[in-house]
């Protein structure tokens, strides 16, 4: 166990629906990291923050927005969905810049 | 652009054998390099890794070999088991932690 939290576990919707997926940092990490990884991409970096700030910023599409809460929390919004952005998605944490990165369990994410 | 090739893209080793998998990456800026070992249905789960500073770095069965002047590195498994079956990420870093990754090899040790 990492001590990354990521819920829901899974998660099927329809084309055009809107989904949050949330992610726990492991106690003390500042940093949160969103990767999504799909069968013929890899695993793609979408998005940092670190302590409640963005701080670098992948392939991430205009769609897709995440944020970082006070609480250091970070939830990543899927909007507009469709069937390609069918995918696991993995949230990461270090606690601070240069150090190692944590993944949480993902959440497979199944557009119909 | 790729920034890390890996490879090979599939392993399969015998039981006892060694596995090599093989990165390679462009930007000298990079100073942070993992391996990252993943189950399927699992999230990545760090294995080793090295800074630029050392040419190896040996932890039980696992080994990275690190070419700064080549910007190469490699992870080494000795004595292979059938529990080492899994898909296994290179990884680089720099500046602000953000790893990119390689597009994995998918091992598999026979008994």
């Known amino acids: 166990d990492s001590g990354v939290t990521q819920t829901p576990k899974h998660l099927i919707t329809a084309t055009g629906q809107r989904v949050t997926l949330r992610c726990s940092p492991r106690s003390g990490d500042l940093s949160v990291y969103w990767y999504q990884q799909s069968l013929d991409q890899g695993l793609q970096f979408l998005i940092q923050?670190?302590?409640?700030?963005?701080?670098a910023k992948g392939n991430i599409l205009e769609r897709f927005s995440a944020q970082q809460f006070p609480d250091l929390h970070s939830e990543l919004n899927l909007s507009s969905l469709e069937l390609g952005d069918s995918a696991l998605y993995f949230c990461?944490?270090?606690?601070?810049?240069?150090?190692?990165?944590?993944f949480g369990q993902g959440t497979r994410l199944t557009v119909v | 652009q790729q920034q890390v090739k890996q490879s090979p893209q599939s392993l399969i080793v015998q039981k006892g054998g060694i596995s090599i998998i093989n990165c390679a990456y462009e930007n000298t800026a990079f100073d942070y390099f993992p391996w990252y070992q993943q189950f399927p249905g699992k999230g990545p789960a760090l294995l080793i890794a090295i800074r630029p500073d050392v040419s190896e770095k040996k932890e039980g069965r696992f080994t990275i070999s690190f070419n700064k002047s080549a910007k190469q590195f490699s992870l080494h498994i000795m004595d292979s088991q059938p529990g080492d079956s899994a898909t296994y990420f290179c990884a680089v870093s720099g500046g602000y932690n953000k790893l990119i990754f390689g597009a994995g090899t998918r091992l598999a040790v026979h008994p």
């Open positions: 923050y670190y302590n409640g700030e963005e701080r």
């Open positions: 990461a944490s270090s606690p601070h810049k240069n150090t190692e990165a944590f």
